[in-house]
């Protein structure tokens, strides 16, 4: 069973150029999240979508960011334009919802690690 | 918001010992969920347990919950080189998704 696929593994830019990352959840998760992890925030949840739909976008820090999810089984997060301090690991993770607690488990992508020069 | 927090930040220890993580949340919690992160990879879920029960174990793992301390702790028997990780509890409270704290780093040395 292949996991959450993310896309790039690595990813370079320069500040002001714009850095889209790719997720792939996994088949028949209707659940999908978007987190960013630095050493001085932790893991910070950006947004989660519920069978395609935004649901909580609180954590988006600034309209630089953005995230779509066309349809179940693909889902990118934009930065434009990019800054320095967006370097960090994104990671995307997706579960079953509404199953009850004991569905509750998120899978993680192995993340884009973003470094913005 | 941080819900749980790990204590300690860093653990080091070394194999065969026993490891301990301790988790304080605030709010009241439909489940708590124990997650292990190598370095460079994605978390890796490891055991859930639900508000009304206390105990759980898997493998070397052993789980406890506390609802009145609002705690829990997350026990590793014999380490292994290959547990050291960060580990990460993570809460879910009504309708809200997971939020996880900021992880204990576990040091197993062979």
């Known amino acids: 069973d292949a996991g959450v696929i993310q896309s790039p593994r690595h990813e370079v830019t320069e500040m002001g150029q714009e850095v889209t990352l790719r997720c792939k959840p996994i088949?028949?998760?209707?659940?999908l999240f978007w987190y960013r992890q630095t050493m001085m925030r932790g893991l910070e949840l950006l947004i989660y979508?519920?069978?395609?739909?935004?649901?909580?976008d609180s954590g988006m820090p600034e309209d630089r960011f953005s995230a779509k999810m066309p349809n179940a089984s693909f889902s990118t997060l934009k930065i434009q334009p990019s800054e320095p301090r967006d370097s960090a690991v994104y990671f995307c993770?997706?579960?079953?919802?509404?199953?009850?607690?004991?569905?509750?488990?998120?899978?993680f992508g192995p993340g884009t690690r973003l470094t913005v020069l | 918001s941080q819900q749980g927090e790990e204590d300690p930040q860093a653990l080091s220890i070394q194999e065969g010992e026993n490891a301990t993580m301790n988790c304080s949340y605030k709010?009241?919690?439909?489940?708590l969920q124990w997650y292990r992160q190598n370095s460079g990879r994605g978390l890796v879920h490891l055991i859930l347990?639900?508000?009304?029960?206390r105990e759980k174990h898997s493998g070397r793992l052993r789980v406890t919950l506390d609802t009145s301390k609002k705690s829990s702790s997350l026990l590793i028997t014999a380490s292994r080189a290959a547990d050291t990780a960060s580990y990460f509890c993570?809460?879910?409270?009504?309708?809200?998704?997971?939020?996880f704290g900021k992880g204990t780093r576990l040091s197993v040395i062979a």
């Open positions: 993770a997706s579960s079953l919802a509404g199953g009850g607690p004991s569905t509750d488990t998120q899978y």
């Open positions: 993570a809460t879910r409270s009504g309708n809200t998704p997971l939020v």
């Open positions: 347990i639900r508000s009304n029960e």
């Open positions: 709010t009241s919690i439909n489940n």
């Open positions: 088949s028949g998760h209707n659940s």
């Open positions: 979508f519920n069978n395609n739909v935004p649901i909580d």
